[in-house]
């Protein structure tokens, strides 16, 4: 006994082409020209405005970077420099570069860059190189020149 044979209907549906993957599209890039001398000079036309703002860019930037990593946020700059510092008589300053810079540290590594900001480098330079004066001056450049590194690797690699 044979099967009786299915009548076949061809169906020709023209679609349009599909366009061509695209990268995911970044909302902006992240600023990769930071400098000591900008952020001294600045600071002090400013009365010190700039580096507030500077260092709320350093910390949102590094939320944009590191965030789908390690799951970790940072205290917006200017909460912890108006309300969480005073109220902590310094010591929240103290706690937030030191695990800002942790992180940076962090970043770096798991990016495959040089680690050049470290905790440590913020205790050593940041506050024993007080000591000396040019301390503070060499922890904040290499703090900012760690960002600009990340940024421009975020730039090009995304996340």
């Not at 006994?1 to 970044?26: A, E």
């Not at 010190?48 to 703002?53: E, F, H, K, S």
């Not at 770096?108 to 301390?135: K, M, N």
Request: aromatic share 12%.
């Amino acid at each position: 006994m044979t099967m009786p044979q299915q009548p076949q209907v061809n169906v020709n549906i023209s679609q349009p082409p599909l366009p061509p993957q695209q990268p995911p599209v970044r909302q902006s890039n992240l600023r990769t020209k930071r400098g000591l001398l900008k952020y001294v000079l600045l600071g002090l036309i400013t009365l010190g405005i700039y580096d507030i703002w500077q260092m709320s860019e350093v910390g949102d930037s590094l939320n944009l970077l590191a965030f789908k990593r390690d799951g970790k946020h940072t205290m917006h700059y200017c909460l912890m420099f108006f309300l969480v510092g005073w109220v902590t008589l310094g010591i929240g300053w103290l706690v937030w570069y030191h695990r800002v810079s942790g992180r940076i540290g962090e970043e770096q590594a798991a990016r495959g860059l040089p680690v050049t900001v470290t905790a440590s480098t913020f205790w050593l330079w940041g506050i024993l190189g007080s000591l000396i004066a040019v301390g503070p001056f060499i922890y904040i450049y290499k703090l900012l020149h760690a960002m600009n590194d990340l940024s421009a690797d975020y730039n090009v690699r995304g996340f």
